[in-house]
């Protein structure tokens, strides 16, 4: 698959995203590496990146396998990563870490405000509880964060629950769900080896356009991890002025 042209017919900028939990590469590294080489992003949020032992070093071995570097994440947003291409510049970044649940994982979002060009946005990831008690206070987290952002907003999840849910309904208030924006809320993300829900999400400020949706089920991706990445072309705003 091809990358997006850089400019849509409208002047505003073509941006492609990939959200993808590589379950902490356990499965087929080299799959994993040539799903994303294949599908060429812009930018990729991971969930279940490196965070423990050397994840400095694993992370950016992991962004050279597909092509990428790192703009932000890793053990500092426990486990939550963004990459960007060549293409995307990247400057101020910050990470989230939501409280402790005593006997549970410590989870949190990492953030990068990023342009290409005059087209200025900010990417956040998270990845949150399997716990349906702990889920809706961190998602709570969440949306606060993401309401201090000013500029057109993409963010990528493993929400570890359908649409429906309450921590799904608190992320989404106000962002363009980029599956429904498509009609292909229907488009399950896990697992690979039965697909029966549609818990990796990807979100939207309003003022950017969805042009293309895509779960992306091949064999490669069913060897490279046990969720399916999500791809979306999105037109950023152009800025006014």
Same mark, same amino acid.
């Given at each position: ?8 017919? #409208? ?29 060429? =992003? ?7 990146? =490196? ?14 396998? +597909? ?8 053990? =500092? !947003? ?6 960007? !291409? ?39 990831? !998270?990845?949150? !509880?399997?716990?349906? #008690? ?14 201090? $952002?000013?500029?057109?907003?993409? $963010? ?16 989404? /208030?106000?962002? #363009? ?5 498509? /009609? ?18 990807? +979100?939207?400020? =309003? ?35």
């Amino acid at each position: 698959m091809t990358q997006p042209a850089s400019t849509d017919q #409208t002047g505003g900028t073509r941006l492609r995203v990939l959200s993808y939990n590589i379950h902490s590469q356990k499965d087929d590294r080299t799959a994993l590496a040539a799903v994303v080489r294949g599908l060429a =992003p812009d930018v990729v949020i991971v969930q279940e990146a =490196p965070r423990r032992f050397r994840w400095r070093q694993k992370c950016a071995a992991l962004a050279e396998s +597909f092509g990428m570097v790192v703009a932000e994440g890793g053990l =500092p !947003s426990l486990g939550n990563l963004v990459l960007t !291409s060549l293409r995307v510049r990247v400057g101020e970044t910050w990470c989230l870490q939501y409280p402790l649940t005593p006997g549970r994982h410590m989870r949190g979002a990492v953030f990068a405000e990023c342009s290409i060009g005059p087209a200025r946005f900010v990417v956040a990831g !998270s990845h949150l !509880s399997t716990d349906p #008690t702990e889920r809706p206070g961190q998602a709570t987290l969440l949306k606060k964060a993401l309401a201090e $952002v000013s500029l057109p907003l993409i $963010v990528g999840a493993d929400l570890n629950e359908n649409s429906g849910g309450a921590a799904w309904r608190t992320i989404a /208030d106000g962002c #363009t769900d980029a599956a429904v924006a498509a /009609d292909l809320g229907d488009r399950y993300t896990y697992s690979c080896a039965n697909p029966r829900d549609r818990i990796d999400a990807l +979100f939207v400020d =309003p003022r950017i356009e969805v042009a293309k949706y895509d779960v992306v089920d091949t064999p490669e991706a069913r060897r490279a991890s046990d969720h399916f990445p999500v791809l979306v072309d999105l037109v950023l705003p152009t800025p006014a002025g």
